[in-house]
């Protein structure tokens, strides 16, 4: 069920969850960045937590569906670091870094999908 290495992608979403959590801490408090802060928590700790349950997916079948989820969280994930940076002027360079790992980490699902459907 994929060409890649299972428990690399699983650190990989584990410490992305850990880095933009951290990086929300570093944020100044206002009703925006409450709310952003909030979603991308729970969408950047659901990539991983998703991931997990797709390692333990029952079939094929199920690890795609799983798969479509984390697709989706990380995508999300995205959208709310483009929405914090316009917010958060002078955190470009973590955003940035944080971004790049999120969309490194898409591109490996979006890749995996293909490959599945197309078996």
């Known amino acids: 069920m994929g060409s890649f290495n299972k428990e690399a992608l699983k650190t990989r979403t584990k410490e992305l969850a850990?880095?933009?959590?951290?990086?929300?801490?570093?944020?100044?408090?206002n009703v925006v960045n409450e709310n952003y802060i909030n979603q991308i928590i729970r969408c950047s700790s659901s990539v991983g937590a998703n991931y997990r349950a797709a390692c333990r997916a029952k079939s094929t079948a199920d690890f795609i569906n799983k798969l479509k989820i984390v697709?989706?969280?990380?995508?999300?994930?995205?959208?709310?670091?483009?929405?914090?940076?316009?917010?958060?002027?002078?955190?470009?360079?973590?955003?940035?870094?944080?971004?790049?790992?999120?969309?490194?980490?898409?591109?490996?699902?979006?890749?995996?999908?293909?490959?599945?459907?197309?078996?």
């Open 71 to 119: 697709e989706e969280e990380t995508d999300e994930t995205m959208y709310f670091l483009e929405l914090l940076q316009v917010f958060n002027p002078g955190k470009e360079n973590t955003i940035q870094i944080l971004w790049k790992e999120t969309n490194e980490i898409l591109s490996i699902i979006v890749t995996s999908l293909n490959t599945l459907r197309r078996n």
């Open 18 to 29: 850990i880095g933009v959590a951290r990086f929300t801490l570093e944020l100044p408090y």
